[in-house]
């Protein structure tokens, strides 16, 4: 089928076979590594994939890059610790056998968080762009949040099956990943000239809290979805307390002048 699966990785030898799995109707599986130190590399080459290298800046240009590479002109984005379900697998196929009526589609996700497909809690209800005409769509965002964007027109979405995402092994990967995340995050606000007083990094992760828990069910889900709600809020926290911790570096002695 003329679908370009498109993967961007580094280090995904426990994930990869297992995305390319879940789309056997892709005419293409393009790979781009951004310098792999595991068996990501061989895992590509033996499953058939196109491997391509391209050094890593932002998730926005690495993945925009990848775009331009895709062969087919109906591309569709999973990251490598993500999967279709049978439902979204058949649906994806269906819709482009019978001819798609838009430029793009979003794919609806579920979680998989400590060994519960999670349908409420802080995730609930996500949906996001990801199979796009090739000539109609493009990346853009921030150093850690990209997202495609059509050039016209709205995406349509696909109501059945979802995209199943399990981003972290346990805990202690999802607070490294965190950290990671909030840092580059701050450090992208503070040079794009953001600054933050105290009130964010109390009242923000008390809100996240607060949403994730109640509004979305998340205390609904047991263990794993109070658990997923307070480091979803902790998360908050460490963006906005090291947002404020690099504001008051930069202006001593005149921090309280930010709110």
Known sequence: MDLSLVIVTRNEEKHLARCFE?????????????????STIGIARTLGCRVMHHSFTDYSSQK???????????????????????????????LLLKGPDRDGYRLRFRMLYMGRLMRLGPWSGES?????????????????????VLESGRPGILRKGH???????????????????????ARGEHSAGRRAGPS????????????????????????????????????????????????????????????
Not at 22 to 35: K, Q, R, T
Not at 75 to 93: H, K, Q
Request: charged share 25%; glycine share 8%; with cysteine.
């Open 64 to 94: 925009q890059w990848a775009l331009e590479q895709a062969r087919y002109d109906w591309v569709l984005f999973l990251d490598a610790d993500e999967y279709l379900d049978p439902d979204l697998s058949g649906a994806i196929r269906s």
């Open 163 to 185: 995209v199943v995402h399990e981003s972290y092994e346990d805990l202690s990967e999802q607070i490294d990943k965190m950290r990671a995340y909030a840092s580059m995050w």
């Open 128 to 148: 996001h762009l990801r199979l796009i005409r090739k000539a109609s769509a493009s990346f853009s965002g921030s150093h850690v949040h990209e997202g495609l």
């Open 22 to 38: 879940s789309v056997p109707f892709a005419g293409e599986v393009l790979v781009v590594d951004s310098g792999s130190t595991d």
């Open 200 to 259: 964010p990094m109390i009242l923000r992760p008390l809100w996240r809290l607060f949403s994730s828990c109640i509004l979305r069910g998340g205390i609904l889900e047991g263990v794993p979805g109070l658990t997923a709600s307070v480091v979803a809020s902790f998360y908050v926290f460490l963006k906005w307390s090291m947002l404020r911790e690099m504001t008051m570096r930069s202006n001593p002695g005149g921090e309280d002048r930010v709110r």
